[in-house]
Nanobody, 124 residues
Framework: QVQLVESGGGLVQAGGSLRLSCAAS????????MGWFRQAPGKEREFVAA????????YYADSVKGRFTISRDYTKNTMYLQMNSLKPEDTAVYYC?????????????????WGQGTQVTVSS
């Protein structure tokens, strides 16, 4: 089992920045990678970014490229999402996810464990 706890969400004005964290605990040693997804009211959960655990290869949704940066601290079992130039359309609950084996970076079904989510609200 792997437990994931997100933090860092909040309310920010358009153009501002937030940094999300996701702390992983439990059987993380065999993990392949982690990702961030988000879900706005009335919409499906969508891929935001992902990172491979061992070599830190990164992947981004087109909508966040150039604004968001995913990273990880291997020694702390923690993943981060630095979000800059935030827009009102970035408003959503952000979830971190963990995958034991590579399946898909962008498909929710590719992940084995999920955090409880953290709310990000961007005001115009």
């Amino acid at each position: 089992q792997v437990q994931l706890v997100e933090s860092g969400g909040g309310l920010v004005q358009a153009g501002g920045s937030l940094r999300l964290s996701c702390a992983a605990s439990g059987r993380t040693g065999s993990g392949y990678g982690m990702g961030w997804f988000r879900q706005a009211p009335g919409k499906e959960r969508e891929f935001v970014a992902a990172i491979s655990w061992a070599i830190a290869s990164t992947y981004y949704a087109d909508s966040v490229k150039g604004r968001f940066t995913i990273s990880r601290d291997y020694t702390k079992n923690t993943m981060y999402l630095q979000m800059n130039s935030l827009k009102p359309e970035d408003t959503a609950v952000y979830y971190c996810a963990f995958q034991n084996h590579y399946n898909s970076w962008t498909n929710v079904r590719g992940y084995d464990y999920w955090g409880q989510g953290t709310q990000v609200t961007v005001s115009s």
